[in-house]
């Protein structure tokens, strides 16, 4: 297959090919350079052939390996700006407009990648983006592509300068952090921002990594093998086996413009139940493009309405039709459809919706809850849920001619991603990440600092500060200590992962939203992400973080609790004084609401169901929005339990097959 050939051979890359010098695409006008450190400049260019580079006042060169490559360290430079870069070979390369100050990988998932504007909107966009006038903040925004080997370069992007014309594109968080800095430190202040919504950390962790874990042996084993490309070919041919069974291939599908009219003929599509994600009904690890029809009957006395049109939640972006006419699209996995159909399009008998559905990775299809799809007219409510008809219109390409999504094997988003940055200056990277690992929340605990250590170790400058976001609130306030909590638990796998040293994480856990895993508060995370770094990073004085749960004494049926980044005093958001958040339990292991009071800088906690109590936990929810507790400077409560009873999440691993 040629598309399994092509990503097969992603890393063969033979420098000496080049004729002239050439500089790695995260080098270009409007770039930002670290300050204070050696800088490090390089690429590629024949072998043999002498390279001068010039910045500032200063001259180096260099002489090619045998492989074409070159790389040189300028000594480290102050602040300031704007400079040009000039790299000479038998060629010359100039870059403008190049300014020397705080460089930062911004990377993560999708609450990461989430843009000022586009897809994200976050709160006060518009205003935001027409005051965000700040020339001396640079965006980059690495294009999101997997590897199955490690790549030496990139595949594109540029540097932004911050305007309102470009800010929209920018990473919310990345720029609200980026903002701050600025403002305290007047320098300037450089993002390089490697995110892809929806991943997991397992896939920006190298080969290296995992053979040094013993938690992942088994797949440092596969991976030492060579297995993975193996693998990426057998999954690629699985995909088009199934669609083959389902409906003969991919040659079959001309004339898809047709496939939303009421009159077209899918008496041949592959039947499929709805609500549910199409992995699970028969098309395992497909990414692309899909459609979904289905006919239903209008009476007489409804023929002509207008209605209201349902459809549950789409992965990843919906055009939804009903008899050939468009009545809505949405950009967001995480998003209910409801869409309004216009007088005159329904009739009386035969009726068709169809829904044209585009992956572009993980799960894809209509889910949810079966109840959410349904198509109301006045009175009259039609249940959607139950027989559809499927069929595959087109099979992803990542951008490296194959199919193969971020989350199908490990290392792809390192190999891609980070491994083509390794040689970049750089202070520090701030991390916003961890919902698709909830699942697997347990071993994110070696997981997570597992990747921190690799990234350390291959960029070769030291423990770097790593600064990361914990998650959010999201889901429901059910899936609590009783219940079990996948992001309770990955919450506090994040708060464990601070005994890295020069790590901090910022608590989001009071600005999220339990119906939007994609929080629009992008401003306060920034501050916050900010806040440690200052303190941390630049030795700014002043609290930075929010109480952290230190110890526990029981008196009787009370436990007393200790916190440390207590601040200037306690502060309860809540106008009677109530504080929220507490559970308490004895040894039986059942949790129960907890009363708790502030008693000079301790806080008691107590029930009446539990007169012998052994465990406390805060905030210990997937909706942890109840939690009221803060410092004097406004920062939240980290979530925290006293208790080490196993949780949900303990068995479940990480697999190649998964």
């Avoid at 403008?96 to 705080?102: A, K, S």
Wanted: with cysteine; aromatic share 10%.
């Amino acid at each position: 297959m040629k598309k399994i050939a092509a990503l097969l051979l992603l890393s063969i890359f033979v420098c000496s090919a080049f004729a002239t010098v050439t500089l790695p695409k995260i080098f270009g006008d409007n770039m930002v350079l670290q300050r204070n450190k050696p800088i490090s400049i390089w690429g590629w260019a024949n072998a043999g052939e002498k390279i001068m580079v010039q910045f500032n006042q200063q001259q180096k060169s260099v002489v090619t390996d045998k492989m074409g490559k070159w790389q040189l360290l300028l000594q480290p430079e102050n602040a300031g700006g704007p400079y040009q870069l000039t790299v000479t070979g038998k060629n010359k390369i100039s870059l403008q407009n190049i300014l020397v100050g705080e460089v930062w990988i911004c990377s993560g998932q999708s609450n990461m990648e989430m843009p000022i504007a586009g897809w994200g909107k976050i709160n006060n966009y518009e205003s935001e983006i027409a005051n965000a006038d700040y020339a001396f903040i640079r965006h980059f925004k690495v294009p999101n592509t997997v590897s199955a080997t490690l790549k030496e370069d990139i595949t594109g992007g540029e540097w932004k300068v911050c305007s309102p014309a470009t800010a929209g594109d920018f990473s919310a968080t990345a720029y609200f952090f980026a903002r701050e800095l600025y403002k305290q430190l007047k320098v300037p202040i450089g993002l390089i921002n490697s995110s892809w919504g929806g991943t997991q950390s397992e896939a920006w962790t190298s080969k290296e990594g995992f053979a040094q874990s013993t938690e992942f042996k088994d797949i440092s084993a596969a991976l030492e093998k060579g297995d993975m490309g193996t693998l990426i070919k057998q999954k690629s041919e699985a995909v088009m086996a199934n669609i083959k069974k389902a409906q003969g291939g991919l040659e079959n599908t001309a004339g898809t413009a047709d496939w939303k009219n009421s009159n077209f003929d899918d008496s041949k599509w592959w039947p499929m139940k709805l609500p549910g994600a199409w992995e699970e009904n028969g098309f395992p690890g497909l990414d692309g493009v899909a459609w979904f029809r289905k006919t239903i009957d209008i009476s007489e006395a409804d023929a002509g309405k207008a209605a209201v049109l349902e459809l549950a939640k789409v992965d990843d972006i919906d055009e939804t039709y009903v008899n050939g006419v468009k009545v809505g699209s949405i950009d967001k996995w995480d998003e209910l459809r409801k869409y309004n159909i216009a007088a005159g399009i329904l009739k009386a008998g035969k009726n068709v919706i169809a829904v044209k559905v585009t992956d572009q990775q993980g799960g894809g299809g209509i889910y949810g809850d079966a109840a959410t799809m349904k198509l109301t007219i006045d009175k009259t409510v039609l249940p959607l849920a139950g027989e559809w008809l499927f069929r595959v219109e087109s099979v992803a390409s990542t951008g490296t001619g194959g199919s193969v999504g971020p989350n199908d094997f490990p290392c792809i988003l390192f190999n891609a991603m980070i491994n083509p940055l390794l040689p970049y200056t750089i202070k520090g990277a701030i991390w916003y990440q961890g919902e698709t690992n909830a699942g697997r929340a347990y071993q994110y605990r070696t997981a997570f600092p597992l990747m921190i250590n690799d990234w350390r170790q291959h960029f070769k400058q030291g423990d770097f500060p790593f600064l990361f976001v914990q998650l959010s609130t999201f889901g429901t306030a059910a899936a609590n200590s009783n219940n079990g909590s996948n992001w309770a638990e990955l919450r506090e796998a994040q708060a464990m992962t601070l005994s890295l040293p020069n790590t901090g994480m910022a608590v989001t856990t009071d600005i999220g939203n339990p119906l939007d895993i994609h929080p629009k508060n992008k401003q306060d995370v920034g501050k916050r992400l900010a806040a440690i770094a200052l303190h941390d990073v630049y030795a700014q004085a002043g609290e930075y973080t929010g109480p952290v749960y230190q110890s526990m004494k029981t008196n009787g049926s009370q436990v007393e609790l200790s916190f440390t980044h207590t601040g200037g005093g306690w502060l309860v958001k809540d106008k009677y004084g109530y504080i929220k958040g507490f559970e308490i339990a004895g040894a039986d292991k059942k949790f129960y609401f907890a009363k708790a009071m502030i008693k000079n800088d301790k806080v008691i906690v107590f029930s009446d169901n539990v007169l012998q109590p052994v465990a406390v936990r805060y905030n210990w929810c997937d909706d942890a929005s109840e939690g009221n507790l803060f410092n004097t400077n406004s920062f939240p409560a980290a979530p925290f339990r006293t208790d080490n009873w196993d949780g949900v999440t303990i068995k479940n691993k990480y697999s190649l097959n998964q």
